[in-house]
T-cell receptor, first 112, second 115 residues
Framework: GDSVTQMEGPVTLSEEAFLTINCTYTATGYPSLFWYVQYPGEGLQLLLKATKADDKGSNKGFEATYRKETTSFHLEKGSVQVSDSAVYFCALSGQRNTPLVFGKGTRLSVIA | EAGVAQSPRYKIIEKRQSVAFWCNPISGHATLYWYQQILGQGPKLLIQFQNNGVVDDSQLPKDRFSAERLKGVDSTLKIQPAKLEDSAVYLC?????????????FGEGSRLTVL
């Protein structure tokens, strides 16, 4: 079945450091790919998405490119802030109106 | 626009007791999901509704879990009897459309502790 694998955390970075969180997937057909973020004490919220190969999703300085050849959707940000501290989940939706399949999440802590 | 509402936010029960969680999705959203999120893991789908019909309940432990969405709007998830391993956050999400490109909107979750 469909699955998502993302890098283990926690990840601790200093403010203004470069961030990469790796995500790879296994799916049949042409999935849509998502990054969700969960800030402390809050619910999951969509960070960005890409719905076809070579699409780049971006939001709040974060970017991820849908790479079909490597089945990857790595999350990047050039300069992290303390307010980016959260848990990040990579997810995919395989077919029409199917539910999201999530990775295990990566906890990011950014220190000043 | 109001978001997905869930209650209660927190619940502590003894094993073998029962518990129910309620979810009200975003108005007009036909698809509703219940996910279970165990500490340190990603959310896992329990059940998906389309209007008031079940689309996928293959991962719902039906010997103890049940869910309904009688009028195609709000939904209730019940656990009876609870086990220690049911301690988790139960997330409700809804989706308005867009096929597999559409965003899921999540509630804040109901955190269950089974003692």
């Amino acid at each position: 079945g469909d699955s998502v694998t993302q890098m283990e955390g926690p990840v601790t970075l200093s403010e203004e450091a470069f961030l990469t969180i790796n995500c790879t997937y296994t799916a049949t057909g042409y999935p849509s790919l998502f990054w969700y973020v969960q800030y402390p004490g809050e619910g999951l919220q969509l960070l960005l998405k890409a719905t076809k190969a070579d699409d780049k999703g971006s939001n709040k300085g974060f970017e991820a490119t849908y790479r079909k050849e490597t089945t990857s959707f790595h999350l990047e940000k050039g300069s992290v802030q303390v307010s980016d501290s959260a848990v990040y989940f990579c997810a995919l939706s395989g077919q029409r109106n199917t539910p999201l399949v999530f990775g295990k999440g990566t906890r990011l802590s950014v220190i000043a | 626009e109001a978001g997905v509402a869930q209650s209660p936010r927190y619940k502590i029960i003894e094993k073998r007791q029962s518990v129910a969680f309620w979810c009200n999705p975003i108005s007009g959203h036909a698809t509703l999901y219940w996910y279970q999120q165990i500490l340190g893991q990603g959310p896992k789908l329990l059940i998906q509704f389309q209007n008031n019909g079940v689309v996928d309940d293959s991962q719902l432990p039906k010997d103890r879990f049940s869910a309904e969405r009688l009028k195609g709007v709000d939904s209730t998830l019940k656990i009876q009897p609870a086990k220690l391993e049911d301690s988790a956050v139960y997330l409700c999400a809804s989706r308005g459309g867009g096929g597999n490109t559409g965003e899921l909107f999540f509630g804040e979750g109901s955190r269950l502790t089974v003692l």
